[in-house]
């Protein structure tokens, strides 16, 4: 590092060469060159200043830095469990048995089996899955209907049969009835004798 002139000059007031030399021309340019040592020093202290300054803004900046790094990697990480939980999510329209991929393409309606839907497996997975509840809503209605049809003819069934019932209750109180009838009719009447034939 290069030497200021002024501890130069410092070290010729110090010297045995100036003894010889007035003492008030050695003591102005002595405080001449004390406030040029003060202004260096003040010189010095400000650059100083100046450096810790700089230093702790970019101390600060560096520090801003390194937390956003952190902050991203803490969402990264986030992001990627998160990612990992839901490929490892097991969804009920997993299980969900679904139409064949020839039964989608020939019962489908025509916008749900486009070119373009079936070149893009989660539009494909996502329009059968809406295709099957679409078919499971209509075959439950049918199903449904089919019930009701089922209970009234249940109750017909029902009704017929008791009106058979009835009507065997009613025969086989006739045939008693009849019976009974036959019986007096038999104890009222007397037998008929046989007929004696006479033969010529």
């Known amino acids: 590092m290069a030497q200021d002139p002024s501890i130069k000059h410092f070290q010729e007031l110090v010297s045995p060469d100036l003894e010889l030399t007035d003492p008030t021309s050695i003591q102005i340019r002595a405080n001449a060159l004390v406030a040029r040592l003060k202004a260096l020093n003040r010189n010095a202290n400000a650059t100083t200043r100046a450096c810790k300054q700089a230093t702790a803004e970019a101390r600060h900046d560096m520090d801003?830095?390194?937390l956003g790094l952190q902050n991203l990697l803490y969402e990264k990480r986030h992001l990627e469990r998160e990612i990992d939980k839901c490929r490892q999510f097991a969804s009920i329209y997993q299980d969900v048995p679904l139409y064949s991929l020839t039964e989608f393409r020939s019962m489908a309606p025509p916008e749900a089996r486009s070119?373009?839907?079936?070149?893009?497996?989660?539009?494909?997975?996502?329009?059968r899955l809406s295709f099957e509840l679409v078919e499971r809503q209509r075959l439950d209605q049918k199903r449904k209907e089919l019930s009701a049809q089922k209970?009234?003819?249940?109750?017909?069934?029902?009704l017929?049969?008791?009106?058979?019932?009835?009507?065997k209750t009613q025969i086989e109180s006739l045939m008693k009835a009849a019976a009974d009838i036959q019986k007096k009719v038999d104890e009222l009447v007397p037998a008929l004798p046989p007929?004696?034939?006479t033969t010529p």
């Open 115 to 127: 070119d373009d839907v079936l070149q893009n497996p989660h539009q494909l997975m996502l329009n």
């Open 64 to 66: 801003q830095t390194h």
């Open 151 to 158: 209970e009234d003819l249940l109750k017909q069934s029902k």
């Open 195 to 197: 007929s004696t034939a």
């Open 160 to 167: 017929k049969l008791a009106t058979v019932e009835s009507v």
